[in-house]
């Protein structure tokens, strides 16, 4: 929605910028709103017109268009900056080069006033340094839109009271800064709002917008802060012009009105903060309560599960042992003790999950040959690989540096990985490979696989999140990968993959030769 009232913005200045030039070309007297104002001058239109063609550029996605659009503001910067020299030398305006004929015969007097040069070089310098960023996260583009913008309301706010400090002969010291046409100071307006809508993720819209506290207080106060003491003004005005009081009772009304509705609006703020604090502070006691309730639960039903399967396994190995048993009734308990296997690993998962998500798990960190682990690991997969018609193959990098790290716990990661290619490649090769690389140490296992989309791989390492392959049902709960990427992690490594539908897949993950846990 901001960046539409950006797009709106630009839009809207563009029109404005092309009725003034279209009615300075036909008209034979420049366009006013109303007599008596001053008039708006052909160069800061054409500069209107510029300056929102650049913001409506800077809000598109391609960067070639973005890039055009600062081009556009950089004129406007030329010339503003050639108008500001008229301030310092009363003899040059810059309207006269590009419309001396025209201007000479219509308004000899119309210039294009300090005022208005200096509000275009700030929005045209904004619009030029639109993404930079500065010290601190400080976009200095934000801070030259306020300004000028501050600049503007004052024209508006002055003629909204009706004093008019533009017309000649009237302008007083104090006023001088209002020194604005009407009409552009409504395009001024518009366009620093833009700019500051034209980027709604950063600086002081995306701090407008958010959630938090902040940005609570700031869409609580910045409106009365902006209308309290407008309004308040106007009541002084009038009623000074009505003679219901003289001009020296004015200024303390005015003063404690402020305070009084001030303080309103500060208590008010805060009570609708205190109830957010009370909110968040409860919803913390239950989601703690919850997850308390959630680790009881899974140690309960993981020592209730794991005692009578551990009682089953052996049952069926006892049965197993008797040379007595048919071989049909063999195969049944040899699909029962799978199947015991599968769910004993479930729960380990679940288990082994718990303690990384809560950080309670601990790391026996050593040296370690990881040449020697990939190996280990991989030999306890050639069964099954070959029962499937794989062969798993190994590529060790002879001479690899020893790493510190948990060898449980990078074995767990290798074996998730081994498993995984074994379980969804139905022909080909497994290739297990170390190597060693700039962060470290690489392990990759490779399969001929049917390969991963690249929408799937980005929730692949989620906890639960399991990729439907067709003709395979789903097994597992979809925790091997959270969880070892999880471990990986803790070393301060990275895991990842390179996959493509129909080419197999290589996952794999670096690990440093030494690093410092992960608190």
């Not at 601190?136 to 501050?150: D, I, K, M, Q, T």
Request: glycine letters at 8%.
């Amino acid at each position: 929605a901001l960046v539409g009232f950006a797009v709106l913005s630009g839009t809207s200045i563009i029109v404005l910028g092309c009725c003034v030039l279209l009615l300075w070309l036909v008209s034979s007297r420049l366009w006013r709103i109303p007599a008596g104002l001053l008039t708006v001058n052909p160069t800061v239109a054409i500069m209107l017109l510029k300056s929102g063609l650049s913001l409506r550029l800077a809000t598109h996605e391609e960067r070639g268009a973005r890039r055009l659009g600062q081009f556009c503001a950089l004129l406007v910067l030329g010339l503003a900056s050639l108008s500001l020299l008229a301030f310092f030398d009363p003899g040059f305006d810059v309207s006269r080069l590009l419309f001396r004929s025209r201007l000479q015969t219509l308004y000899p007097s119309v210039r294009v006033t300090p005022n208005t040069a200096l509000i275009l070089t700030l929005t045209s310098l904004s619009l030029l340094i639109l993404d930079l960023r500065g010290a601190r996260g400080v976009f200095p583009a934000e801070l030259l839109s306020v300004c000028g913008l501050g600049v503007a309301l004052l024209t508006l706010v002055a003629y909204g009271y009706g004093i008019q400090p533009l017309l000649p002969g009237r302008q007083t010291l104090a006023l001088t800064i209002a020194l604005l046409e009407i009409n552009s100071a409504l395009g001024f307006a518009l366009l620093a709002l833009g700019i500051l809508c034209a980027r709604p993720s950063r600086g002081l819209m995306a701090l407008t917008i958010s959630e938090d506290p902040g940005g609570e207080t700031v869409r609580h106060l910045l409106p009365a802060m902006i209308m309290v003491p407008t309004t308040l003004a106007w009541v002084r005005i009038g009623a000074l012009q009505a003679g219901i009081y003289k001009s020296d009772a004015g200024s303390p009304i005015f003063a404690l009105a402020s305070v009084l509705i001030f303080i309103v609006l500060i208590l008010w703020n805060a009570q609708s903060l205190h109830k957010a604090s009370e909110e968040r502070r409860r919803a913390e006691r239950e989601t703690q309560t919850a997850a308390k309730m959630k680790e009881e639960f899974i140690s309960i039903v993981s020592h209730e599960l794991r005692t009578p399967l551990a009682s089953i396994k052996v049952g069926i190995d006892m049965v197993l042992m008797q040379q007595a048993v048919q071989t049909d009734k063999r195969q049944f308990l040899e699909i029962s003790k799978r199947n015991v296997d599968r769910l004993a690993h479930l729960i380990n998962e679940v288990l082994d999950f718990r303690r990384l998500d809560a950080g309670k798990e601990t790391f026996k960190r050593a040296s370690t040959d990881l040449n020697k682990l990939a190996a280990d690991v991989t030999r306890t997969f050639e069964p099954p690989a070959k029962d499937k018609g794989l062969r798993i193959e190994l590529d060790l990098t002879p001479g690899l540096p020893a790493v510190i790290c948990d060898g449980d716990k990078i074995a767990q990661v290798v074996a998730n990985l081994v498993n995984n290619a074994v379980k969804f490649s139905a022909r080909g090769v497994v290739t297990v490979r170390t190597e060693q690389s700039l962060e470290g140490v690489r392990i990759s296992v490779k399969d001929q696989g049917p390969g991963i989309s690249a929408e799937n791989q980005e929730r692949l390492f989620k906890s639960f999140a399991q990729i439907p392959v067709e003709g395979r049902r789903k097994e597992g709960a979809g925790l091997g990968l959270a969880i070892s990427r999880s471990i990986v992690e803790q070393h301060s490594g990275r895991i990842g993959l390179e996959s493509a539908p129909g080419q197999g897949a290589t996952f794999f993950f670096h690990l440093p030769l030494s690093a410092t846990p992960r608190p």
